[in-house]
């Protein structure tokens, strides 16, 4: 017999080295040489500097049950871990260690500090990878890449040149996001627009000469036109006015000058159809360096862009001297201020608009003018729409197949180019010899100019963006641009499981790329998650204080219970819920179930021997009706968990699997064969009852391991035998349907059973019968089947009801409780003797009393019309729920009254 159970589980002592003995017997790792039906998962590469939070222990756990579900199915299971360089984030979490030690990037250079994020990294890169060992995940270790390793950094060159020549990568002169506090550009998507409260203000720029007709006119006489602006500190960089061509409130203005206030210069009136006239005062203040829109209505008119800022956001030399140096919200003020005083400030609105801010940091984001390199997205994109509408890619849930489709039908350019040292370095370099304007974008280093010879070559300053390596992870990781024997295995990979905020950072990115780069799409579905919230509905961040922290959950619960509980809560894109104030709230109901498994399978291992359990096949004959239901249930619960897992249903697959142990093995199976484990009804009988435990218990940790490896494996490993011989529960075969187990008359005969040993439970409780207390049942209007049932289970009904005897048939003027069962048949329990009538008689009479008087109080608090009127709708609500509650308790303790005085 193996190692018994302890009679406490203690996760620790159990996880640690289950999962040690797993990753040295090299269950994680996948062989591409293998014949077996590849299933790939790649992992969403968390950052390098990352700490494991919530959001990682649901996406990662809700990876490792579908790799292992694969797994145990007999496919080739791939799950590509790995980690991200995360430039923005990794380099600010550097330059603020190195500003503690009193110094700057700037300070030391470019390769120092390379140098020393590259020392953070090995310190403590592995970190994060090490807190996924622990909550369970089965990653392919051997293969972890890094975005930075040789092999995904060669296929970053690879595909950056290939776009190049392909005329798709570009360098040029537009408007970017830019934050002023990572003092870098960002795309689009990283430029998250907050719904914030600020003010619209109307500024009055004068006309230069007569004041047409129809315009409004200032104390001297001079005509203007107000325009309305959001960033008033922008207007120091105007160079036009523009008006629709069809308005004919400023048909006499269209070839007149402003004179732009503050700055001295005069600006044009133009027209263009992008003004919309109905807007505000239908005057738009062009600002061509700070606005995307005003940008290529200057390109149209061959306005000059005239950019007011510096990249940390003060005002630039370009502006009048008073403004100079100053934060771009104190010139503002300031601009405003000067607006008042010279009278032409028109008014103030308060106004709330959609403001972007940095992804990393936080700070507000300036457009920018700025020598940028971008992606041409559209070509790419189209093919990965296709996708999408021909079925080749899935979301789950299906909602967000729109979400991805508007995103790629109105897609822009995307800007690729950081002005950080950690990264991937553009592969490009400017000949500076004189004359030359050579730009060599190159596979290797170049050393010459192969346009003039020359070697004064300089190569780009900027990285790319982080996610230029993260969209090629499906295939980089498997060694692209190589044609390896891992990526004809693995690629296109299955599954992608991640969050819906980065359908448009990553997962469109990786469709396009996997589509451009290996003529398919990386992964056939995409499982999208919900969020981790608190219990008040809010997102869990640093800021707020309310995050959990999965190691410690790990430490006080175990991961089976972690995992049971975050993916049990797991509906296809639903958030969930988890009280940071009370980890008992959020996770004792999964350490409980943890506990059941652990608890059931001790004590049936314990009633187990391996030299005298028979397989079922080799006693099918001597079967009894408990065996014959949980085998069938058994068959129905593996086919209901498959098919949720089919279905991505993850949540309904944990709680069909807790159900079934706990609902069905334990609380009845287990219970009901204890008397024929102990041999009372012969070794037939026993063996028939070890024998199918044996393969319930087989059968069922199959279907928890997913959700719960470690207890199950546990559990499992310890059976005296184990249908198939696996080395482990991680490579057993996963169970089917079976249809010969199936057997619907036996559930039906169980229903009734367990319908009758309820009532009589519920009568005892009800009726206050000691438990010790053994009673009789009497049972009128029986069927044919209820006889069966009691003549071949009566043993159940006597131990788990505490009953002594059944008869058939009522004597009349007997006292007692009656209940008529689903099927007819009525259940009469005598109380006479059994209690103290006349106690319990005054008892119930006594409470009557007090409910009816709770209950007459309550209904003349709620015919108060003063009280009704001026309480909380809550309180009113509450009260109202009180007097039905009194009103339902009222008839129950009358009916019982009733039994015990001969009158029901």
Not at 394 to 405: A, G
Request: charged content about 25%.
């Amino acid at each position: 017999m193996a190692e018994a159970l302890p009679p406490q589980y203690d996760p620790k002592a159990n996880e640690e080295p289950l999962y040690r003995w797993w990753e040295e017997e090299g269950f994680f790792h996948a062989d591409e040489a293998s014949e077996r039906v590849p299933y790939t998962i790649v992992i969403p590469p968390p950052n390098v500097t990352a700490m494991l939070h919530m959001g990682h222990g649901l996406n990662n756990t809700i990876q490792d049950v579908l790799i292992r579900w694969r797994r145990m199915q007999g496919r080739e299971a791939l799950w590509q871990p790995g980690t991200d360089h995360a430039g923005i984030a990794t380099q600010n979490v550097v330059e603020r260690r190195l500003a503690q030690q009193d110094r700057s990037r700037v300070e030391i250079g470019r390769e120092a500090f390379v140098d020393e994020v590259w020392e953070f990294v090995h310190e403590t890169g592995a970190t994060i990878l090490d807190q996924l060992r622990a909550i369970g995940s089965s990653c392919d270790w051997e293969r972890t890449r890094f975005t930075l390793d040789e092999g995904p950094s060669r296929a970053v060159r690879e595909v950056f040149v290939r776009l190049y020549e392909k005329g798709l990568i570009y360098r040029g002169n537009y408007i970017i996001n830019w934050c002023p506090r990572c003092l870098t550009a960002l795309s689009n998507e990283e430029a998250e627009p907050e719904e914030t409260a600020g003010k619209l203000y109307h500024l009055r720029y004068p006309i230069l000469g007569e004041a047409p007709a129809g315009l409004p006119k200032l104390p001297d006489g001079r005509g203007y036109v107000v325009v309305a602006t959001t960033r008033p500190e922008t207007m120091l960089g105007d160079v036009a006015v523009a008006v629709h061509p069809n308005d004919d409130r400023y048909a006499e203005a269209r070839s007149s000058e402003l004179d732009l206030p503050l700055t001295g210069r005069r600006i044009p009136v133009v027209t263009d159809e992008y003004v919309d006239p109905e807007f505000g005062s239908g005057a738009v203040k062009i600002t061509p360096a700070h606005d995307p829109n005003d940008f290529e209505l200057a390109q149209r008119h061959g306005l000059p862009a005239l950019d007011v800022m510096t990249p940390d956001a003060r005002m630039s030399s370009s502006v009048p001297e008073e403004f100079r140096g100053l934060d771009r919200f104190e010139a503002r003020e300031q601009v405003v201020a000067a607006f008042r005083e010279l009278g032409l400030l028109e008014k103030v609105e308060d106004y709330t608009t959609s403001i972007p801010h940095c992804y990393r940091c936080h700070t507000v984001v300036e457009p920018r003018l700025s020598d940028q390199w971008f992606v041409k997205m559209k070509p790419l994109a189209e093919p990965a729409l296709a996708a999408s509408r021909d079925g080749r890619v899935r979301f789950i849930p299906d909602r967000y197949t729109k979400v991805y489709e508007n995103w790629l039908e109105n897609i822009r350019d995307w800007c690729i180019s950081r002005q950080l040292w950690w990264g991937h370095r553009i592969p490009a370099w400017y000949c500076r010899s004189p004359g030359c304007t050579e730009v060599i974008v190159a596979r290797e280093d170049p050393t010459r100019c192969p346009e003039c010879g020359g070697t004064d070559l300089q190569q780009d300053a900027d990285v790319l963006d982080t996610w230029f390596s993260s969209w090629l992870w499906p295939f980089s990781t498997l060694g692209w641009p190589e044609e390896t024997p891992s990526l004809e295995k693995f690629y296109p990979g299955s599954t992608l499981v991640t969050g819906p905020d980065i359908i448009f950072f990553w997962v469109a990115r990786m469709i396009m790329a996997g589509i451009e780069f290996m003529g398919d799409v990386p992964f056939r579905d995409v499982y999208l998650n919900g969020i981790v919230r608190d219990h008040l509905g809010r997102k869990q961040s640093k800021s707020l204080g309310n995050g959990i922290d999965p190691i410690e959950v790990v430490g006080l619960y175990g991961a089976d219970a972690l995992r049971y509980t975050v993916v049990a809560g797991a509906g296809a894109g639903t958030d969930q819920k988890l009280n940071y104030q009370n980890l008992e709230e959020s996770f004792g109901p999964g350490r409980n179930f943890a506990n059941k498994l652990w608890n059931a399978g001790r004590f049936a291992l314990m009633n187990l021997a391996d030299d005298e359990t028979p397989r079922l096949e080799e006693i099918e004959g001597s079967l009894e009706l408990a065996d014959r239901w949980i085998l069938s249930r058994l068959s129905r619960t593996t086919g209901e968990i498959t098919e949720s897992l089919e279905r991505f249903r993850l949540n309904e697959a944990a709680t069909a699997g807790h159900g079934f142990f706990w609902g069905e093995v334990a609380d009845w199976y287990l219970e009901i064969i204890k008397p024929r484990l102990r041999g009372e009804f012969g070794d037939d009988s026993r063996d028939a009852a070890r024998a199918t435990l044996v393969t319930v218990l087989d059968q069922t940790m199959r279907l928890l391991h997913p959700v719960m490896p470690f207890i199950s494996e546990a559990v499992w490993k310890r059976l005296p035998w184990r249908e198939g011989g696996a080395p482990s529960l991680m490579v057993a075969t996963w169970p089917a349907r079976q249809d010969r187990w199936e057997d619907s008359t036996a559930e039906q005969a169980m229903a009734d059973l367990q319908e009758l040993i309820g009532t009589v439970r519920n009568l005892r409780a009800e009726y206050g019968v000691q438990p010790a207390q053994r009673v009789t049942v009497r049972i009128s209007g029986e069927t044919a089947e209820i006889r069966e049932v009691l003549e071949e289970s009566a043993r159940a009904l006597f131990d788990l009801a505490r009953v002594e005897q059944v008869v058939f048939g009522r004597t009349e003027g007997e006292i007692g409780a009656v209940v008529v069962l689903t099927s007819g048949v009525e259940v009469f329990l005598p109380l006479e003797g059994v209690i103290d009538l006349d106690r319990e008689r005054t008892r119930l009479r006594s409470e009557l009393n007090r409910i009816a008087g709770q209950e007459e109080a309550t209904s003349k608090r709620l015919a108060n019309e003063s009280f009704v009127s001026r309480a909380p709708a809550e309180v009113v609500e509450r009260e109202r729920e009180k007097l039905t509650n009194f009103a339902e308790q009222r008839e129950k303790l009358a009916r019982g009254l009733a039994v015990l005085e001969g009158s029901a």
